[in-house]
């Protein structure tokens, strides 16, 4: 299918992310490389500043669509980009592989995961991650991935479904909606559509703006469990940690607040240094924080930047540094 590069997916606080992270050459790792929009901007940036030569950004996605796009997009700084299919959950590997082949010292300087889903993805009515069009419920953004979206609304049981709703959708009519799927499962076999998941769905919803947000709710915990997505996402975290260099950031922008809690906490857990029991009163810490926050609080997107790209609205933005070891950042 022709895609054109406008629609594929517009990113979002991109002048954010550059600034962020763009402050010298080294290696850079964009773990959700989507249409390449991200990495494009960094490749841009590392160019003008002159940081280019001695510069290797890393891409990586699981989605096959999305690399193919990318590929064309970064096409003039192939010299410069390792594209990869794979999942971030591998990202400490991947690293270590690309930086072998390239015979460069596997320590990084800039960090990306810019999470959940592409626009492409939820544009693509085949691809089933909408409610808004009808397609086969898959979900999968590995399109190898051996669980799709029709497997888990067919085969879990109603508490299964409920618990899978409350917990990945925060969806309040989850026991509700988890009993009508299992109910048209008896009268009709299976589900197989996302427009018979959204009807059943509207069929157990409150009327009005209620309706989407259920739909949205009860598609998006659906998409969390078939691509793991919270599971994979701490392990990255702390892969992507360990991998930076001294003074290297890493910058996670999330959609949604599970995602948003999961940084938060990975982030916090790392800046904090470990000060032993209490009443010992140490006048140094046993052990520093191995990173310090560069944002206090999540970075959100302007009114602007919302009012062209409707992603924007949710998204959250985390950048912590990596410490010089056995000190803090900025402290003598
Ligand atoms: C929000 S989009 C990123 C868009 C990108 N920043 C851009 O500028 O076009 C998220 C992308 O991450 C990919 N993705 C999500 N989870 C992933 C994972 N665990 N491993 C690898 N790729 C993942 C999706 O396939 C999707 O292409």
Redesign the pocket.
């Given at each position: 299918m022709a895609i054109t590069r406008d629609i594929f997916?517009d990113?979002v606080l991109v002048a954010e992310i550059v600034a962020f992270l763009v402050r010298k050459p080294g290696i850079y790792v964009d773990?959700?490389?989507?249409?390449?929009?991200?990495s494009l901007a960094m490749l841009r940036s590392l160019c003008d500043a002159g940081f280019l030569e001695g510069s290797l950004l890393i891409g990586?996605?699981?989605?096959e669509a999305?690399l193919r796009q990318a590929r064309e997009k970064l096409g003039e700084y192939d010299a410069r980009a390792v594209l990869v299919k794979?999942?971030?959950?591998d990202l400490g590997e991947i690293i270590t592989r690309v930086c072998s082949q390239r015979v460069v010292e596997p320590k990084v300087t800039g960090i990306l995961l810019?999470?959940?889903?592409?626009s492409y993805?939820l544009d693509t009515a085949e691809r089933g991650f909408s409610y808004m069009s009808e397609g086969p419920l898959d979900m999968r953004?590995d399109s190898n991935a051996s669980v799709s979206a029709g497997d888990i609304v067919n085969a879990y049981d109603e508490q299964q479904l409920a618990r899978l709703f409350y917990r990945y959708g925060e969806e309040p009519r989850s026991r509700s909606i988890a009993r009508a799927i299992v109910a048209y499962r008896q009268h009709n076999g299976s589900v197989s559509s996302t427009r018979e998941l959204a009807d059943i769905i509207r069929g157990n919803a409150h009327g009005g703006e209620r309706v989407i947000k259920t739909l949205s709710r009860v598609f998006q915990a659906l998409r969390i469990e078939v691509?793991a997505?919270l599971d994979?996402l701490s392990r990255a975290l702390y892969d992507g940690i360990n991998r930076l260099d001294e003074h290297g950031r890493m910058a996670v922008i999330s959609y949604h607040s599970l995602e948003d809690r999961i940084a938060k906490r990975v982030f916090a857990e790392k800046a904090r240094s470990d000060w032993g029991p209490k009443g010992v009163g140490l006048r140094e810490p046993l052990a520093w924080g191995s990173v310090t926050p560069v944002t206090r609080k999540p970075l959100i997107a302007s009114q602007q930047e919302i009012a062209s790209n409707s992603r924007a609205r949710s998204a959250k933005l985390r950048v912590i540094e990596k410490n010089s070891q056995g000190g803090c950042s900025g402290r003598p």
């Open positions: 997916h990113p773990g959700t490389l989507g249409g390449g929009g991200h990586i996605d699981q989605d999305a794979g999942n971030f959950l810019d999470l959940g889903v592409s993805q953004m691509n997505e994979v």
